[in-house]
């Protein structure tokens, strides 16, 4: 599925493939300024496997932002659900809708394929959740608890 968008300069999201991984590794660098562990090649090559859930933003030929997802039922005991696993918006581009542009794709996807939630986790101090706020997100019927060894 492809769509078209403009976004200030002409955005137009479309679903990822193996050639978007160094760009998703650079925006991800750029984003945490070093080479983030949780995210490389291989886990990349596991969300393409569904490239109806894994969007890119584009601008110029050059990928700007992506957003990678899945469908999973069994944690928790829960029901299935749509997961927002990872978003990376260039610095540059921050602030100028593209997020936004990834999360209606998405969306628009989880809705086509029958999903009925979706669901983001983030640490609850992360700036990332006033963005998924500001887009209708609410605390679900999660609860982390942890114990350091």
Not at 13 to 36: F, H, M, N, V, W
Not at 38 to 41: G, H
């Given at each position: ?36 562990s949780?995210?490389?090649?291989e ?67 989880f ?14 101090y992360?700036?990332i959740?006033?963005f ?10 999660l ?7």
């Open positions: 599925m492809e769509r078209s968008l403009e976004i200030n300069d002409n955005v137009r999201i479309r679903p990822l493939s193996k050639e978007d991984i160094p760009s998703i590794l650079e925006i991800d660098g750029k984003i945490t300024a070093a080479s983030r949780s995210l490389d090649r886990k990349i090559n596991y969300y393409l496997r569904n490239p109806n859930l894994c969007w890119g933003a584009e601008a110029s030929g050059c990928l700007i932002g992506f957003m990678l997802g899945d469908i999973r039922g069994w944690e928790f005991g829960l029901s299935e659900a749509g997961w927002i696993e990872i978003l990376g918006v260039d610095p540059s581009r921050q602030r100028k809708g593209v997020g936004r542009a990834l999360l209606t794709a998405m969306i628009d996807e809705k086509n394929l029958g999903v009925k939630t979706v669901r983001v986790v983030a640490r609850w992360d700036p959740l006033s998924f706020r500001a887009e209708g997100f609410e605390h679900g019927e609860l982390s608890v942890q114990k350091d060894l």
